[in-house]
């Protein structure tokens, strides 16, 4: 099936300095690629969704310029947690589709836990 | 607002035993359903998908059914084992390609 990496798994920074996330499809394109962050014991909440060559679609009330997404290739999408603070910990998780469409399934990435200090 | 939701947070059944899990969706135009597992500190796995022209579809162990008259979701595990142990989303896929998941179910199987 179809693989997806992220890397790093999990990371630890000071507050105020800047992080960044790599999402990756090992063995296929990925046309769109979705951002979520999960807190502890909660369900996934989509950040953004990610469109290769393309300006990044986010959700309500995430913050563009915190949460930089560049989607460059269509193996490759990196989200950066700009001067990140405590309340930014969390864990994020990638997933990358072939396309937009309803039926198109995303496989997801085994997730970063960040911590911010 | 559009939102997925689960009737119970935790489920505790005995190893061997069957286990239903449920999902209430609010979109009525939703048209594609997917079920998820996932594992403490890993991603979401996918488990089994329904389109909303279908009432049932089984897979192994598993079997999801879709109820659209109700907007109610379910999945069924066969013969529940320890390694089954894990949360549980249902997740609504809208036309968009964007999927909203539910609250999630966490289940844990008593050896």
């Known amino acids: 099936g179809a693989v997806v990496s992220q890397h790093p798994s999990w990371v630890i920074c000071k507050s105020g300095t800047s992080v960044k996330i790599e999402c990756r499809s090992l063995d296929f394109q990925a046309t769109t690629m979705f951002w979520y962050r999960q807190f502890p014991k909660q369900s996934l909440m989509l950040m953004a969704t990610?469109?290769?060559?393309?300006?990044?679609?986010?959700e309500q009330g995430v913050e563009k310029d915190k949460f930089l997404i560049n989607h460059a290739s269509l193996t490759l999408s990196t989200l950066t947690v700009t001067s990140a603070h405590p309340e930014d910990s969390s864990f994020y998780i990638c997933?990358?589709?072939?396309?937009?469409?309803?039926?198109?399934?995303?496989?997801f990435g085994p997730g970063t836990r960040l911590t911010v200090l | 607002g559009e939102s997925v939701g689960l009737h119970l947070p935790t489920l505790s059944v005995q190893e061997g035993d069957n286990s239903i899990i449920n999902c209430a969706y609010s979109?009525?135009?939703?048209?594609?359903f997917i079920w998820y597992k996932q594992e403490s500190g890993k991603g979401p796995q996918f488990i089994i998908d329904?389109?909303?022209?279908?009432d049932k579809r089984q897979g192994q162990r598993v079997t999801v059914l879709l109820n659209k008259t109700v907007k109610h979701l379910s999945l069924q595990i066969a013969a529940t084992q320890p390694g089954d142990s894990a949360v549980y989303f249902c997740a609504e896929n809208n036309q968009g390609g964007k999927l909203i998941f539910g609250q999630g179910t966490e289940l844990s199987v008593k050896p």
């Open positions: 997933s990358a589709s072939l396309g937009g469409s309803s039926y198109n399934e995303q496989f």
């Open positions: 990610s469109n290769e060559g393309s300006k990044a679609t986010y």
């Open positions: 329904i389109r909303s022209n279908m």
């Open positions: 979109n009525s135009a939703s048209d594609y």
